[in-house]
């Protein structure tokens, strides 16, 4: 998440004004009462792969959307890292904890017990720990879903868990998916998403220390590296294999130890990325080096193959004398650490129907330490109108989340998570 020597050790506890949610309802989950690394896992190519399915997101009708923009207060947690909801479930928001838990929130509440404590297995601190949850399409069916999080030996892992009730995970189900060696502490990637394909997204650091220092060229341009990635795969286990690669991963057909797995790759840390659940597009917050952080954005299916640049390139600027990045794709947003940026955080492209058409179909996005959210809108060559948003700022800004009816959310790594909404 963070870059260089930054770490996520929480300092102070969240300091912006947050307006609760007025709402009790059970049905309103959000309303609140007052790595130069092997990967290890069998893997086979898919004999085909899964259909795409429609992106659009059937919604309500809308209602009439006034008022000035606020953070509705959706609850405090212990160094929360990340927040989601669950396909086929409308009533509950799930929070991760960079500690090791996954905790529920229904009817504006905080279940007492956790959905899921996996501390005794977890490495935290830094840019280390449980660090995002992802539920299987079929999650209201199957109730499989996937964490990612740092072990105790310093590898990452990506682990399948199943749903015990609606509340509770079966904690004795774990199933490794996937682990990956890490060279250094930092830059361990750490957010899974089903994108619109159904295939399971990997964001993957590129191992660490500073400048992509490992191997002849840094990893994020090795393809026999899982590093500086995004990985794709069909997370389900067949027969004996732990996964399976999409037949049409890019290098599916590669030999030579390329990695099958990739599906984008010359990225620094894709910390936080997202899918447009409108377009389908890829939208991807890179945490960059010495001056530069990058929001990448490609139409829906481009990011198959695409090499974002790192380390050749941080940003648009050249980082590294005689290296090449075949076909780079240039970020379409950039922020200058002159101006206080230090780590970009990654959000969502806005399409909640009860928000202003000023912010409706707009990037959502931070840093986390200069803390402004701050909305643009994006096409695959260009951001325009980037401003800042009539909100607060928000210290620590670790992470942005949606719920199944497409409402974002502001996670601060200082204990709070709110919703943007009006009032």
């Known amino acids: 998440m963070r870059s260089r020597t930054l ?28 790595p130069g690394a092997a990967v290890t896992g069998s893997s086979a190519t898919a ?16 209602r009439a959307a006034s008022g000035t923009l606020k953070l509705a207060k959706v609850g405090s947690f212990d160094q929360p890292i990340y927040v989601t909801g669950a396909p086929g479930d409308t009533r509950r928001l799930f929070v991760v904890e960079q500690t090791g838990r996954i905790l529920v929130v229904r009817g504006g509440k905080t279940v007492a017990s956790p959905f899921l404590d996996i501390r005794s297995r977890v490495t935290a601190g830094g840019e280390q720990g449980l660090l995002s949850v992802a539920f299987a399409p079929d999650y209201a069916k199957s109730g499989r879903f996937y964490v990612y999080y740092t072990d105790k030996s310093q590898e990452q892992r990506v682990v399948e868990y199943r749903r015990a009730s609606a509340d509770r995970a079966d904690s004795g189900s774990a199933r490794l998916v996937l682990k990956m060696a890490d060279p250094e502490s930092n830059h361990n990637g750490g957010l899974l998403k089903f994108g619109p394909d159904k295939l399971l997204y990997i964001g993957t650091g590129d191992g660490g220390g500073a400048g992509d220092q490992h191997g002849s060229r840094g990893n994020a341009q090795d393809l026999t590296s899982p590093l500086g990635k995004l990985l794709r795969i ?50 991807i917050g890179d945490v960059g080096q010495n001056e530069i952080e990058e929001i990448d954005y490609v139409a829906k299916g481009k990011g198959n193959g695409a090499n974002f640049g790192w380390r050749p390139f941080e940003g648009k600027a050249r980082f590294k004398d005689g290296e090449s990045a075949p076909g780079a794709v240039p970020p379409v947003l950039e922020l200058q650490h002159r101006d206080g940026n230090c ?5 969502y492209v806005v399409r ?24 643009a809108t994006l096409s695959p060559t260009a951001a325009t109108g980037d401003a800042k948003l009539p909100l607060p700022k928000v210290q620590s800004l670790s992470s942005f989340g949606e719920d199944t009816k497409g409402r974002v959310y502001v996670v601060s790594l200082g204990g709070t998570v709110s919703r943007i909404t009006t009032g």
């Not at 770490?7 to 007052?34: E, K, N, R, W």
């Not at 792969?49 to 009708?61: I, M, V």
């Open 352 to 375: 909640d129907t009860a928000l202003p058409t000023s912010i409706r179909g707009k990037y959502v996005y931070g840093d986390f330490c200069k803390g402004e959210l701050r909305a």
């Open 343 to 347: 780590s970009v955080t990654g959000g």
């Open 47 to 62: 004999a085909s792969t899964t259909a795409e399915a429609a992106t659009t997101t059937t919604a309500a009708a809308p």
């Open 7 to 34: 770490t996520l050790l929480v300092t102070s506890a969240l300091t912006v004004s947050v307006t609760a949610c007025g709402s009790s309802s059970d049905d309103d989950a959000t309303a609140t009462g007052a």
């Open 234 to 283: 069909d997370p389900k286990k067949s027969g004996s294999r732990a996964y399976r690669i999409p037949a049409d991963n890019p290098f599916a057909k590669r030999g030579g130890g390329v990695r099958k797995e990739i599906y984008s790759y010359g990225l620094r840390n894709p910390w936080r990325y997202s899918f447009d659940r409108s377009s389908g597009a890829l939208v």
